[in-house]
């Protein structure tokens, strides 16, 4: 038996990219304020990058990123 392993988002991803890949992803994103899913920069800016930029700290920005991994892996 083979085990699946998932891939982590991480800060360096880039929005677009997570966007696309897991549409899911935004609402998390947008529930935490960051509107940057729509914005022209999403297509250069890190999810770090957007969120520093709008003044999200270090504890901020990793809590967002473990809802849009738990939300992409179990779809809560």
Not at 7 to 35: M, S, W
């Amino acid at each position: 038996m083979t085990e699946v392993k998932h891939i982590k988002v991480t800060k360096e991803a880039n929005l677009a990219e997570l966007i696309f890949k897991h549409p899911e992803a935004a609402e998390v994103l947008l529930d935490y304020g960051l509107h940057c899913v729509g914005c022209i920069a999403s297509g250069f800016d890190t999810i770090e990058a957007g969120a520093k930029v709008h003044g999200y700290t270090e504890t901020e920005i990793q809590e967002m990123i473990d809802r849009v991994n738990e939300v992409i892996e179990h779809g809560e």
